[in-house]
């Protein structure tokens, strides 16, 4: 089964990031879908589901315009609780950090991230998880 890892920030040049990283460090394995919004990353969920496929890990600004990255991690976990999330915040008050890693967050990485802190959240994620 093909795995998908979505991307959601409301910067474009963040996104492409995320992509062209993942990409390199794992060539072909994981099918990467970006969206600008929680609300268009939930349209997304949503089609892929309609292909019997669903996200293995999600990572997620918490910053954007209308939803927010710990709601939006929230509504996935509701419908696929076994996808891993990363939250990827230059800024996150410490309550919404603890509730989200109560709610089976898989790591939180301040922004601007690490390359190699990246691959290896996806790495160990993999492991543990079938990703």
């Known amino acids: 089964m093909q795995k998908v890892i979505l991307c959601v920030d409301d910067e474009k040049s963040i996104l492409w990031g995320l992509q062209q990283q993942i ?5 072909k394995k994981f099918l990467i879908e ?25 990572i997620t600004d918490q910053m954007m315009p209308g939803m927010k ?9 509701a419908e696929s609780p076994q996808t ?7 800024y996150a008050a410490n309550e919404v950090v603890e509730e989200v890693l109560l ?12 390359y190699e802190e990246l691959i290896q959240i996806i ?8 990703i």
């Not at 990409?23 to 060539?27: M, S």
């Not at 891993?84 to 230059?90: A, D, I, Q, Y």
Request: aromatic share 8%.
């Open 103 to 114: 709610n089976n967050l898989c790591r939180f990485m301040k922004k601007p991230w690490n």
């Open 23 to 27: 990409e390199r460090a794992f060539p």
């Open 123 to 130: 790495q160990t994620c993999g492991a543990k998880h079938g």
């Open 84 to 90: 891993k999330c990363v939250l990827l915040s230059g």
């Open 34 to 58: 970006l969206a600008e919004s929680a609300e268009e990353a939930i349209e997304i969920i949503k089609d892929l589901q309609t292909k019997s496929l669903y996200v293995s890990m999600l």
């Open 69 to 77: 990255g710990h709601e939006l991690i929230k509504y996935l976990l």
